[in-house]
């Protein structure tokens, strides 16, 4: 009996393993399908976005369901049905005839508890004997159907193949698919992978290039989308193309140009079957400007300077002249530019750039001047440069701490002065007083002004045999200071026809000669004030009488500031000299000089040197390159006089006495007419 019960609990065993193995089979196929399904999923979702955690979740939740609810339809169920040994007796019975009914039989009347009562013992003995002896001549186990493990097998070999040859061609991906259902936080891997190493920050209104460092299967021809999101816009999509190799050879770049832009956006990519993990952000922020600028023209040492105080003591410094909006105009030979300007953010570099006309009229740049000074913010920077004839302008170069530099440079022009000579003229020649308050000094200048003859004097007069002098009255005035006074003369014989030449043209004195003008110093407190007109100070003539009025002259007076601490002086000049004549002597044609006499001319010019030229003069050392002597300011045209007689000379005194008298009839008949039309009862 023992026996029997052996063979029958093998059996049962076995059955439960055929059911165990047709089960499982199915359960793990079904669960490796719809594991793919759902890593297929994953991988197709995460090539356009992150796949959701939550919807991760699901999957994978509704997974673990799936084997659960398979776990107990194909394997608990199965095993809990697995027919009990009285049911594999009944049918060890069926398959093997001979059996009769004595296994089932002697299995329920064996069975503890079994209800024998009236049943002989020994009748059940040897039903039992019987049942074991025919039980051992036969293997039960061999009544076992061993198909559904055929079928197992079938069922998990093209599994097993899909998945064993997935981890074979793509271990990293199958990895990576499976950690991720499990929750873990894998990335998917891709045959290309993209870095974005695109700046977050750009200057408003500039080309953005976004930049992506690709690693992986790429390959030049490779190209992708950029899609770009700008906030509160729609969004766009760009080409993606190669760019240029890194270095090592280990990756490329991969770039898309954006057309100029000053709103932020978020952007992402993709490339082949790659894509940007998270998406990128770039901000905008304004370019390093110019907001304002000023110039100030430092003046040349010539022109001087004005009193300062550097660590309280006492220094000269040059004036300034400011140049609204830094355009520089009027610049003067060795003159500087002070420049200061300040700008919209701080800056980390700004480099003014001196620009002159080159070869060919070509602008150049001469040099590049950082900073004299720059403030503590960065918000502001001074330059100080020197210009030279051929300086057309400076522009500002900036850049800031992200090495935005500005779009265009602020560009302004330095505009060299005109290099004109002195400017000179004669004034007339007058016999008033400079006093306006004496009664000579009064009235309509008409009256005083006229052609003074110079005329032989005659037998007891001082200078008997010479003619008297001639009044030169005159002013000038230059940018570039007034320097220095000659008198430029010459005498025309009578009745000869003079060489026609210029004194500019005759640097040597071959046929003029020059009569240097002695600069006044004077005190306007003491003398009063330079009347330009007549050539004298108001107090010129104070203390003189008759004819020594006309001998009073100031000679060259440059005139002083009018605001010394902020101009420079000496810009105009003007005097007054009575060039004597006595003692000149005319050529002759046979080369010899004689003493001059009626008809003969005399032609003065007066040549004015600015201090430019001065300056020059005086800094000619050996080791400075020679400079070109600059050219002097004229007079346009010569004062020329004419010696006349006596008799001439007093009938055109004559002349002048009855044009005054007529002129002042004239002014007299006005002021009567003007004070009768004013009258009560006159008048119209």
């Excluded at 039960?140 to 559904?148: A, E, K, N, W």
């Excluded at 082949?272 to 905008?284: I, K, L, S």
């Excluded at 935005?404 to 004109?420: E, H, S, T, W």
């Excluded at 004194?503 to 002695?518: A, M």
Aim: hydrophobic residues 40%; contains cysteine; glycine residues 8%.
């Amino acid at each position: 009996m023992n026996h029997l019960l052996r063979q029958l609990r093998r059996w049962r065993l076995r059955e439960r393993l055929v059911r165990l193995a047709w089960g499982g089979s199915r359960l793990v196929a079904v669960v490796a399908v719809v594991l793919g399904i759902a890593c297929l999923a994953d991988w197709l979702y995460d090539r356009s976005a992150d796949v959701p955690f939550l919807l991760r979740l699901a999957m994978t939740g509704a997974q673990v369901l799936l084997a659960a609810g398979l776990g107990y339809l194909l394997l608990a169920r199965p095993w809990a049905r697995t027919p009990p040994e009285d049911e594999l007796a009944f049918q060890a019975e069926r398959a093997i005839p001979v059996f009769g009914h004595r296994l089932v039989t002697a299995l329920q009347l064996n069975r503890p508890g079994a209800r024998t009562e009236g049943m002989s013992r020994s009748l059940i003995a040897e039903v039992t004997r019987e049942a074991g002896e025919m039980a051992a001549g036969h293997r039960l186990t061999s009544l076992v159907d061993y198909r559904p493990v055929g079928w197992a097998a079938l069922l998990l070999v093209p599994v097993a193949v899909a998945w064993g040859g997935f981890f074979a061609v793509r271990p990293e991906l199958a990895s990576a698919l499976l950690k991720r259902q499990a929750l873990l936080g894998v990335a998917i891997p891709r045959s290309v992978q993209l870095e974005n190493v695109t700046p977050e920050v750009w200057p408003a209104g500039a080309e953005v290039v976004l930049r992506y460092r690709v690693t992986g299967r790429w390959t030049e021809t490779m190209t992708g989308r950029a899609r770009v999101v700008p906030d509160d816009q729609p969004a766009d999509d760009y080409a993606l193309a190669f760019e240029k190799e890194d270095p090592d050879g280990s990756a490329a770049f991969f770039t898309a140009t954006l057309p100029p832009a000053s709103v932020p956006f978020t952007f992402t990519a993709r490339l082949a079957d790659g894509r940007t993990r998270a998406p990128g952000r770039v901000e905008f922020e304004p370019p390093p400007q110019v907001n304002q600028l000023d110039a100030w023209q430092l003046l040349p040492p010539y022109l001087g300077g004005r009193s300062a105080e550097v660590d309280g003591k006492p220094v000269t410094v040059p004036y300034e002249r400011f140049q609204p909006r830094g355009e520089v105009v009027g610049a003067l030979p060795l003159s500087g530019v002070r420049v200061e300007a300040a700008f919209n953010k701080p800056v980390a570099r700004a480099t003014l750039v001196v620009v002159e006309r080159g070869d060919g009229n070509a602008e150049v740049d001469r040099e590049r001047l950082a900073p004299a000074e720059m403030a503590a913010d960065g918000k502001s920077a001074g330059w100080t440069f020197a210009t030279t004839p051929r300086t057309v302008g400076y522009r500002i170069e900036l850049a800031d701490a992200r090495g935005f530099v500005g779009p265009a440079p602020a560009r302004r022009g330095v505009q060299m002065l005109a290099d004109r000579p002195p400017e000179v003229v004669f004034q007339r020649e007058s016999t008033r007083n400079p006093d306006p308050t004496a009664f000579n000094g009064q009235g309509p200048a008409e009256v005083y002004e006229w052609e003074i003859p110079v005329a032989w004097r005659p037998a007891g007069v001082p200078g008997e045999g010479e003619p008297g002098p001639v009044q030169v009255v005159y002013s000038a005035k230059s940018d570039l200071g007034v320097g220095r006074v000659n008198l430029a003369y010459r005498v025309i014989p009578r009745g000869e026809q003079g060489e026609n030449v210029h004194p500019r043209d005759d640097p040597h004195g071959r046929v003029f000669t020059r009569l240097p003008l002695t600069r006044v110093m004077a005190d306007p407190a003491k003398v009063g004030r330079f009347v330009a007109e007549l050539g004298l100070f108001e107090k010129s003539w104070a203390g003189l009488r008759g004819p020594d009025r006309l001998k009073a002259q100031a000679e060259f007076y440059p005139f002083p500031s009018p605001n010394p601490a902020a101009e420079p002086g000496e810009l105009e000049a003007g005097g007054r000299y009575n060039f004597q004549t006595a003692g000149l002597r005319k050529p002759l044609s046979d080369g010899t000089n004689a003493r001059l006499g009626v008809g003969d001319t005399i032609e003065i010019y007066v040549e004015v040197f600015d201090k430019y030229s001065t300056y020059l003069d005086g800094r000619k050392m050996p080791d400075v390159p020679p400079v070109p002597p600059r050219p002097a300011g004229y007079t346009r045209e010569a004062r020329r006089k004419t010696i006349v007689s006596e008799e001439e000379a007093y009938a055109l005194l004559r002349q002048r006495d009855e044009k005054n008298k007529k002129l002042q009839d004239k002014v007299r008949d006005l002021a009567e007419e003007e004070r009768t039309i004013f009258q009560p009862g006159k008048g119209n």
